[in-house]
């Protein structure tokens, strides 16, 4: 039976006159929580029907299974005047303790976010996270890690889905266990089978199976804000903080993931200069605006026919934007020129070439940014050949006496410009665990 309220262990053996305490339980605590406030004589009236039923009971083998709910019972039902709450009131309540937790943190309010955190459990709202391996009550300021509410991660975690092509594109797996990296098992060959006669000898064959290495790198970034911004009750700064590290963390794993490169002093190749996937080069002297609908129909065909299904365009918005003059052959009705290569979207579909959607993100090369030689697009399916992979929580830390130096050079000292930082640091990592199945597509040579 489900219960709206009440949550039974499995494997609890109960009567018919045990499952009616139960429900009658359940709906005296779910009244506890609508819009309306449930009438006073009709709780304490359901009250006293309840104790008498239990007291039945109490001589009962299962009557444990149920003990630990009359007490979460009897604490919300016995005042009788406590105020309903509804999913909307809740949701805005959490949001404001969630604000001000931040806003202890930044300031480094030990006691404060103690106070926070014990009123978020006791308002039954999303537990607390580890970031850390040394996490103390007394001291884990100190140790810059702490205990984050899920709310918190759950809005940096929205913006990072939101924003990362990558994270939102390959096939997920979480890492575990200690070290930094991990073998994924991958088949190199399948079974073959062959004719035989009748009676005839069968042959024999085995698949075999390869591993790639999948390796994890520190991901990081700071975001200061003055203590102005701190101060100003009026700003969301957990939806600020959250959006500000979620999309630095997306936007940076989407150009490394893509067009990385460990030459050029990333920690990963991205998937434009990865070894074994397979490329299309246009002709020599030929740059995008070269492009034309053979060549990209060509494109869909370099790659296995398995690794075609649910395969995607990437690019650059600029390329799209030069791809979508591309014509066919094929006349359309009144104008004699032929139908455009692109279909634009309709609806919720995408839009897409030659029949498969075009996935657009600003971390590949523009099309004014390509030269002569140069990875700039590819076509694949990357839930089927590429793996990311992360490790642990968000780890944050405060800083208040650092000097910071920014992309252009330009350095700020946080106590003397009166700023707090925030450091977040993540653990991420990504592998093309089938790279056989990427088409990457680049401009000709010079000469």
């Known amino acids: 039976m489900k219960y709206k309220v009440l949550k ?10 045990q499952i009616a305490v139960l429900k009658a339980i359940d709906e005296v605590m779910h009244s506890q929580t609508q819009t309306v406030k449930a009438d006073k004589k009709e709780l304490e009236e359901k009250q006293s029907a309840l104790q008498s039923q239990l007291e039945k009971m109490a001589q009962s083998q299962n009557f444990e299974v149920i003990q630990k709910q009359l007490n979460e019972l009897f604490n919300r039902v016995s005042p009788l005047n406590a105020k309903p709450v509804n999913e909307k009131q809740a949701s805005k309540k959490e949001r404001e303790l969630n604000n001000k937790w931040v806003k202890s943190l930044v300031k480094k309010d030990i006691e404060g976010m103690k106070k926070l955190e014990m009123e978020l459990k006791e308002s039954s709202f999303e537990p607390f996270m580890h970031t850390g391996t040394q996490v103390h009550h007394d001291n884990y300021l100190e140790q810059g890690s702490y205990l984050i509410p899920e709310l918190f991660l759950a809005e940096v975690q929205r913006f990072v889905f939101e924003a990362g092509i990558a994270r939102r594109e390959m096939r997920y797996l979480p890492f575990g266990g200690p070290g930094n990296e991990r073998r994924i098992p991958v088949l190199t060959q399948s079974v073959v089978v062959e004719w ?45 903080v959250a959006q500000l590290i979620g999309e630095a963390i997306a936007i940076e794993e989407d150009r490394v993931f893509f067009q990385g490169s460990i030459l050029a002093g990333d920690p990963f190749d991205g998937i434009l200069n990865s070894l074994g996937v397979g490329t299309f080069q246009l002709g020599v002297g030929d740059l995008v605006a070269d492009l034309t609908a053979d ?153």
């Open 8 to 17: 039974v262990e499995e494997g609890a053996e109960l009567d018919e006159s």
């Open 196 to 240: 035989v006669e009748e009676a005839g000898r069968k042959p024999l064959s085995k698949p075999y199976i390869g591993q790639v290495i999948q390796r994890l790198k520190k991901l990081a970034v700071i975001v200061p804000f003055t203590d102005e911004i701190l101060d100003d009750s009026a700003i969301d700064l957990m939806g600020l």
């Open 295 to 447: 060549d990209l129909e060509q494109v869909i065909y370099e790659i296995p026919t398995p690794a075609r299904a649910g395969a995607k365009w990437y690019m650059h918005p600029t390329v799209f934007s030069v791809l979508r003059r591309i014509r066919v052959d094929v006349l359309a009705g009144g104008d004699n020129l032929g139908q455009y290569l692109i279909q634009m979207p309709t609806g919720a579909a995408p839009a897409t070439m030659w029949n498969y959607p075009i996935v657009l993100t600003d971390e590949l090369p523009a099309a004014s940014e390509i030269a002569a030689g140069e990875p700039f697009m590819f076509f694949a399916n990357l839930s089927r050949t590429s793996v990311y992979g992360d490790k642990g929580g968000l780890a944050l830390k405060m800083l208040d006496q650092a000097s910071l130096t920014d992309a252009e050079g330009n350095t700020v000292n946080l106590a003397q410009n009166d700023m707090t930082a925030i450091r977040a640091v993540k653990r991420v990592g990504y592998v093309n665990t089938l790279p056989q199945g990427i088409c990457v597509v680049s401009t000709g040579n010079a000469t």
